[in-house]
T-cell receptor, first 113, second 114 residues
Framework: DQQVKQNSPSLSVQEGRISILNCDYT??????FLWYKKYPAEGPTFLIS?????DKNEDGRFTVFLNKSAKHLSLHIVPSQPGDSAVYFC????????????FGQGTTLQVKP | EAGVAQSPRYKIIEKRQSVAFWCNPI?????LYWYQQILGQGPKLLIQ????????DSQLPKDRFSAERLKGVDSTLKIQPAKLEDSAVYLC????????????FGPGTRLLVL
């Protein structure tokens, strides 16, 4: 049972354009969502998060949007840079449980110069 | 501030052998997690500690996997005996308290079982 899904395995964008990564979830108990970025041979690095009481959170070039009714979140990167090329994981958790993160399968982003 | 430390970074063993991984979390972090990441998938939680107690080990294959965090700081994860399907990256993460907080990951240990 895949509770968090990232349906696009890969995404390629041109430098300077917008990258949009999508994530869907099924468990309505999830109330905290995170995006992690992972480079090869490194562990995931925290990027940005959003609580279910918000529908948008922004940090520099990164913005996460949450649509609770659709159980969908997206990460926007504007403008995209070649250094953003990495695997992006969406993760979700419920504050009512132990804090366990449920991860999606990841989306590989390639930003072309 | 030092991050989460893990060792070794790489390990190659034959099936039925045993292996152990070590993790030292960020100083002051009470919660420690071990995740398994199989190629092409997202990380999956194996076990979660709060200080030196186990909070969640529901997805730990207890017939072959064991983990401990005796003094509530660093932790070891052991596999005995290893199977081919245990080939994966083993990630350690920590957070200050746990519930509803950001988890910070170490670089991982890449295990190959032949």
């Amino acid at each position: 049972d895949q509770q968090v899904k990232q349906n696009s395995p890969s995404l390629s964008v041109q430098e300077g354009r917008i990258s949009i990564l999508n994530c869907d979830y099924t468990n309505s108990m999830f109330d905290y969502f995170l995006w992690y970025k992972k480079y090869p041979a490194e562990g995931p690095t925290f990027l940005i998060s959003i609580s279910s009481i918000k529908d948008k959170n922004e940090d520099g070039r990164f913005t996460v949007f949450l649509n609770k009714s659709a159980k969908h979140l997206s990460l926007h990167i504007v403008p995209s840079q070649p250094g953003d090329s990495a695997v992006y994981f969406c993760a979700a958790t419920s504050s009512g449980n132990t804090g366990k993160l449920i991860f999606g399968q990841g989306t590989t982003l390639q930003v072309k110069p | 501030e030092a991050g989460v430390a893990q060792s070794p970074r790489y390990k190659i063993i034959e099936k039925r052998q045993s292996v152990a991984f070590w993790c030292n979390p960020i100083s002051g972090h009470a919660t420690l997690y071990w995740y398994q990441q199989i190629l092409g998938q997202g990380p999956k939680l194996l076990i979660q500690f709060q200080n030196n107690g186990v909070v969640d080990d529901s997805q730990l294959p207890k017939d072959r996997f064991s983990a401990e965090r005796l003094k509530g700081v660093d932790s070891t994860l052991k596999i005995q005996p290893a199977k081919l399907e245990d080939s994966a990256v083993y990630l350690c993460a920590s957070s200050f308290r746990g519930r509803g907080e950001t988890q910070y990951f170490g670089p991982g240990t890449r295990l190959l079982v032949l």
